[in-house]
């Protein structure tokens, strides 16, 4: 199927396991409102994940999210950057047309005059391979535990369970697991 035809079958369409990337020393920039919202995106943004500005702008970041991805990660990430705290993140993604792409991702809160929390700021980098090597075995394993629960809350408490037991296996933090790989 084309790219084209692909795009015309809307977000819902197939993966296709095609892989991407871009260069080390390129970043992958994004902001959004307090709920999610895309505000700003960087070309490089928009050449990895195929949308224009138009079709982005105004749309919940979640437009990118890919089906792997555990949704215990989110929950953790979501939770640390409302509460005013940045957050180091690796997140596979998928484009417009199921291709995906790996990102180290680095969040973190903007705030207004008054210290309130008013959107998000990601900057994203090319994940080293060595992390992956760690990250995508793991985030099998989460999403894996979630897909076997038989309600939302017993999937994100036993993938959240399985991540939280791992870090205190390896006596870090989640950030301190994260900057280690």
């Known amino acids: 199927m084309s790219r084209a035809a692909r795009a015309v079958a809307g977000r819902d369409m197939s993966l296709?396991?095609?892989?991407?990337?871009?260069?080390?020393d390129e970043i992958i920039v994004s902001k959004t409102d307090n709920k999610g919202i895309i505000t700003?995106?960087?070309?490089?943004?928009?050449?990895?994940?195929?949308?224009?500005?138009?079709?982005?702008?105004?749309?919940p970041h979640s437009i990118i999210r890919h089906p792997h991805m555990p949704k215990a990660i989110f929950k953790l990430l979501w939770s640390q950057v409302r509460s005013g705290k940045?957050?180091?993140?690796?997140?596979?993604?998928?484009?417009?047309?199921?291709?995906?792409?790996?990102?180290?991702?680095?969040?973190?809160?903007?705030?207004?005059?008054?210290?309130?929390?008013?959107?998000f700021h990601s900057n994203r980098r090319v994940p080293t391979r060595s992390a992956l090597?760690?990250?995508?075995?793991?985030?099998?394993?989460?999403?894996?535990?979630?897909?076997?629960?038989?309600?939302?809350?017993?999937?994100?408490?036993?993938?959240?369970?399985i991540l939280m037991n791992l870090?205190?296996?390896?006596?870090?933090?989640?950030?301190?697991?994260?900057?280690s790989l």
């Open 86 to 119: 940045e957050i180091f993140a690796y997140v596979v993604n998928r484009t417009k047309y199921g291709d995906h792409y790996w990102v180290m991702a680095h969040v973190t809160p903007s705030f207004d005059n008054t210290g309130n929390v008013i959107g």
């Open 16 to 24: 296709t396991g095609v892989s991407r990337t871009f260069k080390e």
């Open 40 to 59: 700003y995106a960087n070309e490089l943004f928009l050449s990895i994940a195929d949308y224009t500005q138009e079709e982005i702008l105004g749309k």
């Open 133 to 161: 090597a760690v990250i995508e075995p793991l985030y099998r394993t989460l999403k894996a535990a979630e897909d076997k629960a038989s309600s939302p809350q017993e999937a994100m408490e036993a993938s959240t369970n």
């Open 167 to 179: 870090l205190k296996e390896k006596g870090k933090s989640y950030d301190e697991f994260i900057l």
